[in-house]
């Protein structure tokens, strides 16, 4: 039998030696009519940190895009786990040329956190829900007014109407989740890769809490987030592509991206 001494380490240490923080956000040119938007998160902290403001970087992208004329886009969301909605909307407005609906609801099944409130790390981050604010629906205290994703959103004036190729796999989570909603509800592009691992509601709003026996620190989400949505249909798996492909053993041992080569073979009218 073998024994080992497992020591704690301060959460922020924690966050420091296992969270990479990667490029939120990457373009390529890779010819003359083919550009490439990588998004590797839509957590808007990893912008703030790489001093990056996404509203400037995603008009800029798509103003080149208008100058060179490009018609053939790829944009590469695999592995995002998500993040902020307004950066999701922001890039989908982008994409579509009518009015849409982002959330349904945004919802909170606890009405008085004071209870709960002992137990966050951030309890000012915490409130009680305010029900003149409220509407009670699917068994949860919902926003009805003040916030822009329950609102009808407007696309760019200048949107992309090209060729449009989007990559997923099961790493897109939560809000990426929603992005990929938002393709599939306008039937926008075309989706190329693995099924994804969230869809059209999400929960999140999550705060830290120690539990009051053990003291461990959880991570609790606190709310409920439902897209708006007419025509998408459930499916367990998550959003699933138009063209499966997974990733095969010896992609791995040589980095040969199949995905990716089956995208640009798409663009360029290859079977």
């Not at 902020?84 to 909170?108: A, M, T, W």
């Amino acid at each position: 039998m073998k024994q080992a001494n497992l020591f704690g380490v301060p959460f922020n240490l924690f966050v420091k030696r296992t969270r990479k923080v990667v490029e939120p956000i990457e373009q390529k040119f890779i010819s003359k009519n083919i550009a490439v938007l990588t998004v590797n998160t839509f957590f808007i902290g990893d912008f703030d940190y790489k001093n990056i403001n996404y509203k400037k970087y995603i008009d800029r992208f798509f103003k080149q895009v208008r100058k060179d004329k490009i018609t053939k886009l790829i944009i590469d969301v695999r592995n995002n786990g998500g993040g902020s909605p307004e950066i999701s909307n922001y890039l989908f407005s982008y994409l579509y040329n009518k009015p849409y609906y982002y959330y349904d609801y945004v919802g909170r099944k606890c009405k008085n956190t004071d209870e709960l409130r002992r137990y966050c790390t951030t309890p000012t981050n915490f409130f009680n829900v305010d029900t003149s604010m409220t509407i009670f629906k699917e068994n949860l205290y919902c926003d009805k007014k003040g916030l822009w994703w329950v609102e009808t959103q407007k696309p760019k004036k200048k949107n992309y109407s090209g060729n449009l190729i989007v990559l997923l796999n099961g790493a897109c989570a939560s809000t990426t989740g929603n992005f990929l909603t938002l393709l599939r509800e306008y039937n926008v592009g075309r989706l190329i890769g693995e099924c994804s691992h969230s869809s059209y509601y999400s929960n999140d709003a999550s705060l830290m809490f120690r539990l009051p026996y053990s003291g461990l620190l959880v991570r609790i989400p606190t709310g409920q987030f439902k897209m708006r949505t007419s025509h998408f249909t459930y499916d367990p798996k998550g959003i699933c592509p138009d063209i499966e492909i997974l990733k095969q053993k010896e992609d791995f041992e040589s980095g040969y991206d199949r995905q990716f080569a089956e995208a640009i073979n798409q663009l360029n009218g290859q079977k």
